[in-house]
């Protein structure tokens, strides 16, 4: 990954805490009518991530789209080793498909 493993675990034990908040407020009746207050204060929960994680970290965990691989040139030459189609499988050289992740009926 792009962001240390520290992080990334830090990162989703405050995701966990405030989920499992969110989960005690909504089933316990006493204490629902704290739920909006609590959404609302996950604002301010996600402002002091930044002296926690620094900015490149946070754009990382943050992304919204979906992130290429680390190793994009590994990704590309796996892509295209890996036939498509019948015609791709037939312009092969002789004993070069890798039938390892080929899956069995």
Known sequence: ???PYASLHKYTLIQAVCFVV??????VSEVAVVFPFFMAS???????LKWVFT???LAELD???????????????KEEKT???LEDVEKLPAGSLDLSRAISY
Do not use: C, G, I, M
């Not at 969110?22 to 089933?27: A, E, I, M, Q, R």
């Open 42 to 48: 996950l604002v301010f929960v996600r402002k002091a």
């Open 83 to 85: 036939p498509r189609n």
């Open 63 to 77: 992304a919204h789209e979906d992130l290429p691989p680390d190793d994009e040139d590994a990704s590309e030459q």
């Open 22 to 27: 969110l989960y005690v407020l909504t089933s």
């Open 55 to 57: 900015e490149v970290e």
């Open 1 to 3: 990954t792009r962001v």
